[in-house]
């Protein structure tokens, strides 16, 4: 069985980011790039923030990817950011 993807979007200035979130086990990509991996630390700690907020449990039972495009990179950081919360906001309403 294919595990369902949902897709979520936001944008932030000329940035734009999808963000796809499927049953998994904690894996974090950003133009197919781990998110460990992705520089400046800024932008890192920007697009971590939903992250912390939801904790652990919800984190380790999905894997998101993150297509962002335009603009600079915090403005990507904040469009997937922004992106990323509406994902885990709506993966954590339809499995409650």
């Known amino acids: 069985m294919i595990p369902k993807t949902v897709i ?13 979130i499927t049953k998994g086990n904690g894996k974090v990509r950003i133009n197919n790039i781990p998110l460990e991996m992705i520089e400046p630390e800024a932008s890192r700690e920007v697009i971590l923030a939903p992250l912390e907020i ?8 999905v894997d998101i990817s993150i297509r962002v495009r ?10 997937s950011a922004t992106a990323m919360s509406r994902a885990l906001t709506g993966w954590t309403k339809s499995k409650k």
């Open 54 to 61: 939801v904790g652990d449990e919800v984190r380790e039972k």
């Open 8 to 20: 979520y979007f936001a944008s932030r200035k000329t940035s734009s980011a999808h963000v796809y």
């Open 70 to 79: 335009g603009g600079g990179f915090m403005g990507q950081a904040y469009a």
